[in-house]
């Protein structure tokens, strides 16, 4: 009886994910009825929240592929009540990367959660461990761009279109970014368990510092050019106007003067 119980509170939804599902639900809301006096506060509060309900789920989808995996430890660690207080790096996880979208404006990778390798049997379980979490990434942008792809815009609200391809853009440019075959980030972490022990053993001194490596080399024009190309190469994919997005990302920054063709 202890078991199951301890079980179920291992499980159960976070108060605080809660909170901020519901900033998400009444702010999307306010942007969908224009309720707000300025909408741009609106869209930073909603973009933002859900933004972090994304961060969220990511890391919710490492733990639970990891305790379908074998370890069963992840319950314990908190993992799987949606808590991002709960996670390993709290501040790589959540305030880096909202930090990173006010500032820049791209979905930046977050910290991880402890899996307790062990208990893991067969490379398989660990590739998919690791890519569960840009995979939420990339459900997260199908969803945010359905309405585009799907020819759906009748009804939708130009500022809520804007917020939604916002935040479109913060999920595709997480999901490249954490897919990159980097140390540190999840890419390496599904190509790792097909490698040689010896290329591990060489390439794990650098495993720490490969998250800044690529934050550093974003930052080089060349390297920047080509990642926001691709960027836009795929959201041009999914529907989405580069003016939506440009617009989105100027309303988010709400105390920025914004373009008269942003206008709303």
Same mark, same amino acid.
């Given at each position: ?5 301890s ?5 159960? %939804? ?12 009444? !702010? $999307?809301w306010a942007?969908? !009825? ?6 741009g506060?609106?869209? @930073? ?11 969220? #789920? ?11 995996? $074998?370890?069963?430890?992840? $319950?314990?660690r ?15 996880? =959540?305030?880096?990367?909202?930090? @990173? ?8 990778p977050?910290?991880?959660?402890? %899996?307790?390798?062990?208990? =893991? ?7 998919? =461990? ?5 995979? !939420? ?23 809520? /279109? ?17 897919? #990159?075959p980097? +140390? ?6 599904? =190509?790792? +368990? ?20 690529? %934050? ?13 190309d ?5 959201? /041009? ?7 939506? /997005? ?7 920054? @709400? ?5 008269? @063709?942003?206008?709303?």
């Open positions: 009886m202890s078991t199951t119980t079980r179920h509170d291992e499980r159960r %939804i976070s108060p605080v994910f809660l909170a901020i599902l519901a900033v998400m639900a009444v !702010t $999307g942007v969908w !009825t224009d309720f707000a006096a300025s909408p506060l609106a869209v @930073f509060l909603f973009v933002t929240s859900a933004w972090i309900v994304s961060l969220c #789920l990511h890391e919710y989808a490492h733990a639970r592929t990891a305790l379908h995996g $074998g370890d069963i430890t992840v $319950g314990a908190g993992y799987l009540t949606l808590n991002p207080l709960a996670y390993t790096h709290a501040v790589l996880s =959540i305030i880096l990367p909202v930090l @990173f979208v006010i500032m820049g404006g791209i979905g930046l977050g910290g991880a959660v402890f %899996i307790d390798q062990a208990r =893991i049997r067969g490379r398989w379980k660990h590739s998919l =461990i690791s890519a569960a979490g840009p995979l !939420t990434n990339v459900l997260f942008a199908v969803v945010c761009t359905a309405p585009f792809w799907l020819g759906a815009l009748d009804g939708v609200p130009v500022v809520f /279109r804007y917020a939604l391809a916002f935040l479109a853009f913060l999920q595709v440019t997480a999901a490249l970014l954490n897919f #990159l980097v +140390p540190g980030l999840d890419g390496y972490g599904v =190509i790792e +368990p097909w490698l040689s022990y010896r290329i591990k053993r060489q390439i794990e001194p650098y495993a720490p510092y490969g998250f800044f490596v690529v %934050i550093a080399l974003l930052f080089v024009p060349a390297v920047n050019g080509a990642f926001f691709a960027i836009d190469a795929l959201m /041009r994919a999914l529907g989405v106007p580069e003016l939506s /997005r440009y617009c989105g990302s100027n309303l988010y920054r @709400f105390w920025q003067d914004q373009p008269e @063709f942003c206008a709303v």
